[in-house]
Structure formats: C-alpha cells, structure tokens
C-alpha cells in the first residue's frame, strides 16, 4: 500500500471488519472450539487480523511520511507498547493469577526485536545492498539504555537479599519503576530533541514522489492507526484459543503460546522494520527494533508494577540461569554488530541464530 495518493480500501476496510468481527463475536459469545465451525472462526479470525495488521503499518507510515523520523517510528512502537501493557494488566485482573506474565513478556519481546527481527532486517537488507549503514551514535544509546534497563528489571532480583526469590519488595519493586521511567523519558527526550541526529540517516535515491499528506487525512490515518492496534491486541486474545489448542496438539510447552502471541502483537512493527530494510533505510529498522524492546522494559514494568500492587499480587520478574545467559549473549552480539556502523548479512545470519536457540529451547529447555 503506497502512502502517497488516495487510501487503498483495505487500509479502512480491514479495520472496520476487525472491530465488526470483534463485536459480533463478544455479543454472540462466539470462540474458538475444535470443531469444522471452529475451524472456519479461525480461518476468518487470521484473515481479518493480519489485514489489520498490514492496515495498521500502512497508517503508521502516512503519519511517519507527514511528522518525520524518528517521531514516526516513535508513535507506532510507542502505540504497540501501550496496548501491550493494557494486554498484560487485563490478563492480570483474570480470575488466574500468573505472576511470571510480565517478565515472560518483556524476555520474549526482547528475544524477538533484537535477535529475530534486527537478524531479519540485516539480512534482508545485507541480500539486496551488500552493506548498509546505522548511526553507531544512536545505536550505542539504545543498547546502553537497554542493557541498564534489562539488567535491573529481569537479572537484579534474582539476587536481592531483602525478599527470597526472583522477586522485588514493594519498596525496591517501587525504586525501580521510578529509575525505569526517567532513564526512559530522559531517552525520549534525547531522541526526539536533544540528539535527533544521531537517530536518523538520510538515505541516497530516497525522494519525494508524491504530494504531502493533507490534515484530514493525517488525522483519519491516526484514528484508524489506533483503532487497528486495538483491534489487533483484542483479536489477539481470541486467536490465543486458537494457539492453545496448536500447541497442545503438538506437545508444545506453555511458553510458546506466549512467544506466538507476542509475535502476533509486534507484527505490525516488524513489517515496517523489513520494509524500511527493504528502502536501504536500515536505520529506521533499528530504531523501531530497538525501540521496541526499550518501550516495552519502560513502560510495561512500571506500569504492571503499579497494577501488581493495587491487587496486592506478586510480581516475578527475575530470569532463570539459562534466560539470563541468552540475554547476556543478545547484547553481546548486539553491541558487535552496531559497533562500526555497517551491517552485512553475516551479522544478521549471527542474529537468527541466536533467535533460533531462543525458540528451540522454549521447547526442549
């Protein structure tokens, strides 16, 4: 779908029919069961939501065409992060408690952006430019970020003395959150003003091909934007049922449930990574992968922080050994492949295999 010229149908029908879709079936009481019927809900379901999806990328690159980078890619992964934690808090408000839902989360987003998706892009990229380039100035500033965040989020609890477990005290649970959201907003701020430069890169053959996006449209393509995320993460939740019963069919652990559905929310964002890829704009990729994994530490973990306390429910978030080295390894390659400024596709081969160790071990652990 080109940003430039009049809205495709899609990009408004898909969203219409995801709310349409949702409605009807929350009002019919109409789910997922494993039977022909069933099977023919989830057929229409996968249908509906990933034309959501792609509606949704469609529109976040209007808004990114009209506001400038990196404030485009800002608002969808910062659109993403939100219903992601609004996600989380509505699992957690369930009648089943499950402590460990945030950290699973945030691990797995952060296992998929940056080895999964960065590996994507660098060899896509890498297949059809040889070489692409990155601003190591903005990329040093994201992992730093990144690192201090994971670190104090999902490894320090593990050896904090004042509550057993991998788990934080009120008191320390609270410090962190606070610590989290200012080392966060004062990132933002680098970002999108202090710094700008070091966040964007102009890239050669890239023009103007078209007449700017007028007001009206900005802002139909802004209300749609967000009415497709919602749609997504609501449709999200029914599709579950249907990965529930896939992954019991095929002896799959729990946790793999979890890393589906993550995909499924951060599709929107990796269609938009490749894409920007695919342009030999390597750097907007980075910045929504990046991005992504720094929004959704930020504002996941004291957001559910804060939730976890009105309920009086316990929050686990420490990682276990074996989380814990894959992470390590994720920010060790990291910082390799940001370290010179140019990408090739070994670096992105490198990337999915460590996403690919990832994935394997949700299964044989």
């Given at each position: 779908?080109s ?21 009807a079936a ?32 469609h ?16 608002l ?111 990132f933002?701020?680098t ?23 007028s ?98 429910k316990q ?18 390659v ?23 160790v ?8």
């Open positions: 779908m940003v430039h010229g009049p809205m495709p149908p899609s990009a408004w029908i898909f969203p219409t029919l995801s709310v349409l879709f949702f409605a929350t009002a019919l009481g109409i789910s997922f069961t494993p039977t022909p019927a069933g099977l023919v809900f989830a057929g229409l379901l996968l249908v509906v939501l990933f034309g959501t999806v792609f509606a949704a990328v529109h976040a690159e209007v808004i990114a065409e009209r506001i400038g980078e990196p404030y485009g890619t800002l969808l992964t910062l659109a993403v992060t939100i219903i992601e934690v609004a996600l989380i808090a509505t699992i957690m408000l369930g009648e089943k408690p499950v402590p460990t839902l945030a950290r699973d989360t945030v691990f797995a987003v952060v296992m998929i952006v940056c080895n999964g998706l960065v590996g994507i892009c660098i060899l896509t990229g890498g297949l059809r430019y040889r070489e692409q380039d990155v601003q190591v100035t903005g990329a040093s500033l994201y992992l730093s970020v990144l690192i201090v965040m994971a670190t104090i989020t999902l490894i320090m609890p593990n050896y904090t003395l004042t509550t057993p477990g991998p788990v934080y005290s009120a008191v320390q649970l609270g410090f962190v959150s606070v610590v989290t959201l200012i080392l966060y907003g004062v933002l701020y970002q999108t003003v202090r710094h700008r430069d070091y966040f964007i890169r102009e890239v050669a053959g890239q023009a103007d091909d078209g007449a700017p996006t007001n009206r449209m900005l802002a139909l393509s802004a209300l749609l934007l967000l009415i497709s995320l919602l749609a997504v993460v609501l449709l999200a939740k029914k599709f579950s049922l249907v990965i529930d019963f896939a992954t019991a069919r095929i002896g799959a652990p729990p946790a793999f449930a979890g890393v589906l559905v993550a995909l499924l929310i951060l599709l929107p964002e990796s269609v938009a990574a490749v894409a920007a890829a695919r342009k030999n704009d390597l750097q907007k990729s980075v910045n929504l992968a990046l991005g992504s994994s720094l929004a959704t530490i930020g504002l996941t973990i004291p957001a559910v922080a804060v939730a976890a306390y009105a309920l009086g929050l686990v978030l420490g990682l276990n050994d074996q989380e814990t080295v894959l992470l390590g390894l994720t920010f060790v990291s910082m390799l492949t940001f370290g010179t400024g140019r990408t090739n596709i070994l670096f992105g081969l490198v990337h999915l295999v460590v996403f690919a990832f994935v394997f071990l949700v299964f044989v652990p």
